[in-house]
């Protein structure tokens, strides 16, 4: 596949993956896939550099799903595992790679913290060749007996700067050690600090190394905006941005401050929700779902939440709390701008924190555009789309959970609405 491939069928991908890109309307890879596919494709081990939102799941997930089509796994012995850091990245590559999984014939099993233990056992114990998890719960249900590691034979791990940054390096190491020895590694990260350049050189056997826009790039469809307000005015300008048409996340420094700004949000007539590491499995799958079905406008996230939110067509990104260090800016404005859409991505700063911002902003290689800004102004409106809430207080009602159904041999074990929360988080 050259750099100038319009088409899958450049590489030697299984004829049923085929089929299926082609039903779900994907004709022209990624840059991401471009670089990456004929080596993974050949068996070769891979370290992917880009920014989120890039194609790197179906980067992996296709030659993941190619080379272990035509195989089957004993129970609690798969074949093929995907490392991510959160529930809602594990959900959403599971997700992601479902239909392509079931088109050639391989079962998926989603092992995360805050879902039944049992069921996930259960899951694994029925046979699951593809098992995408969270270092934590995988841990668990190792030291159970419920799961071994030594058939793995494809291993990747997915945003692994965030499991350094999450503290899972000494985890991963653990697992990693436990695969099949010989086997295919692909390690894909927006930087390669905090550790990930040990796991690089110690699991990986001669990786070809592809970057496609760096972790400090700044991306193209994006607008930045830095917009100056007074602490007084803050509350107010912020209610007026996510009163805007269309759908809004907010990002916060902690789950509290999230869930204060929902309640002020909801008190001045905005549907709005918090979604963070507080909250159940549950409640994050369901407010996650509503935010994608237009029932809630205000997603307040935190940044612990932030790599598993995808939603297409969102185009507004607000740092209510600016973020400590540039790859986090870059993460949370990752949530717009995905597979070349455009977006903009706003930072309300405050008089003491513009020395910081200005330096996170050089370290990031962004210039944005700046401007003093309060509740009503034309600025504000023609940034962000900004009007007046209706002062309506409202509420959001949680759905009831969807009666659980047998997994489908390709989704053995994705529980589509999560049950009983268990003590662990991802």
Known sequence: MSSTAVSFSDVPLAPALLAELTAQGIISPFPIQVATLPDSLAGRDVLGRGRTGSGKTLAFGLPLLSRTAGRQSR????????????????????????????????????????????????????GAEVVVATPGRLHDLINRGDCRLDQVTIT???????????????????LLEQVAPK????????????????????????????????????????????????????????????????????????????????????????????????????????????????QIDALVATDVAARGIHVDGLDLVVNVDPPTEAKDYLHRGGRTAR?????????LVLPEQRRDMARLMAAAGIRPESANVRAGDAELARVTGARAPSGVPVTITAPAPAVAQRPARAGAGRSRRPRRPASRAA
Do not use: W
């Not at 594990?90 to 079962?107: E, K, N, S």
């Not at 990747?156 to 653990?174: N, S």
């Not at 597979?339 to 930072?347: R, Y």
């Open 75 to 126: 129970p609690g012995r798969p074949l093929a595992l995907v490392l991510v850091p959160t529930r809602e990245l594990a959900q959403q590559v599971t997700t992601a790679l479902a239909p392509y999984a079931r088109a050639v014939g391989l079962r998926c099993a989603t092992v995360v913290g805050g879902l039944s233990l049992q069921r996930q056992a259960d899951a694994l114990r029925a």
């Open 156 to 174: 990747v791990l997915d945003e692994a700067d965030q499991m350094a940054d999450m503290g899972f390096l000494p985890q991963v190491t653990k």
């Open 183 to 294: 086997g295919q590694r692909m390690l894909f990260s927006a930087t390669l600090d905090g550790g990930v350049d040990r796991l690089v050189r110690r699991f990986l056997t001669n990786p070809v190394s592809h970057s496609v826009d760096p972790g400090t790039a700044t991306v193209t469809a994006m607008t930045h905006h830095v917009l100056h307000v007074d602490a007084g005015d803050k509350n107010s300008a912020l209610a007026h941005i996510a009163a805007r048409e269309g759908r809004t996340i907010m990002f916060m420094g902690t789950k509290h401050r999230a869930d204060r700004l929902a309640r002020q949000l909801l008190a001045s007539g905005v549907r709005a929700a918090a979604l963070h590491g507080g909250k159940s499995q549950p409640q994050r799958t369901r407010i996650l779902e509503q935010f994608r079905t237009g």
């Open 339 to 347: 597979a070349g859409e455009s977006g903009t991505v706003v930072t």
